[in-house]
């Protein structure tokens, strides 16, 4: 009964708006108070953006840097606000994050021009994982307000013989557009999609690892732009163009009349053949 009900509640947070997504989750932690723990480590929200303020870089909040109320980033290795007995990575993957880092942040530039990203790392039982977190919010200068954001969690199991390693991926992407200009209408599209994926890679040295994540990222979010492109947004704008026409009445009308002149003349011209 209760994983019953834990289904039933995701599957109504997947259906909000995930700019609201905060907002109802409280709402629905105050309904059902003894499933708080369930929901608030099975629910995606929105990425937080803070300021690491020993080097004046961004990093993303999440739940997979956090430590209490402290935030871990990835540049420094440090908590905001300060938290002494705070979990950090060993050092094997302290370096993978790092290296991690660098390279997802260089794709973000080239894939999205601008935005922040963050990498985090840590232990499994008998292997590690990694979240890969990209944030990029619209530009209001252009009437287009909204948010991009990537979670990307990665299970990594390395073979025996150390020469290759299992990936399990699972990402998601929450985004919401928001588009209102003077004299017309507002466009207010949100959605989220999740996607898994699992592939075996070599491996020649921990570098590898980031090597044969960021190829996995890459691909799936490549998917991933391509469904919200074709389905969603194409699937929008094929409803709102049946609703609404983005040409007057009097040019319909016209272009009505030039396709009937033009069928005419074909036909007189047809006419005229035959009798020749």
Not at 122 to 130: N, V
Request: aromatic fraction near 8%; include cysteine.
């Amino acid at each position: 009964m209760t994983q019953n009900r834990l289904d039933f509640a995701l599957d109504l947070m997947r259906r909000l708006p995930p700019q609201k997504c905060e907002g109802f989750l409280g709402c629905l932690i105050e309904l059902v108070p003894d499933m708080c723990g369930e929901l608030l480590s099975n629910v995606d929200q929105p990425l937080k953006v803070a300021t690491d303020s020993t080097c004046g870089k961004q990093f993303l909040l999440s739940d997979y840097n956090r430590d209490g109320d402290s935030y871990r980033s990835p540049w420094s290795n440090q908590y905001f606000p300060a938290f002494e007995d705070g979990s950090v990575p060993i050092d094997r993957l302290r370096k993978i994050e790092i290296d991690a880092n660098h390279a997802i942040e260089q794709y973000k530039d080239m894939y999205f021009d601008s935005g922040v990203s963050s990498v985090y790392a840590w232990d499994l039982e008998h292997s590690f994982a990694c979240a890969i977190l990209i944030k990029k919010d619209g530009d209001a200068k252009k009437m287009a307000n909204g948010s991009w954001d990537s979670i990307h969690i990665i299970e990594v199991q390395e073979k025996s013989s150390g020469r290759s390693a299992h990936y399990k991926l699972t990402s998601t992407i929450m985004l919401w557009l928001l588009t209102e200009s003077s004299g017309r209408p507002k466009i207010d599209l949100s959605g989220s999609l999740t996607r898994q994926s699992e592939s075996d890679a070599p491996l020649i040295d921990s570098y590898s690892h980031v090597i044969n994540m960021g190829k996995m990222i890459e691909e799936m979010e490549n998917k991933m732009r391509g469904s919200l492109n074709t389905i969603y947004f194409g699937k929008t704008y094929d409803i709102i163009s049946c609703l609404r026409s983005m040409e007057t009445k009097q040019e319909r009308d016209e272009q009505a009349q030039l396709q009937q002149e033009l069928a005419r003349a074909i036909h007189c011209r047809q006419d005229s053949f035959k009798k020749e």
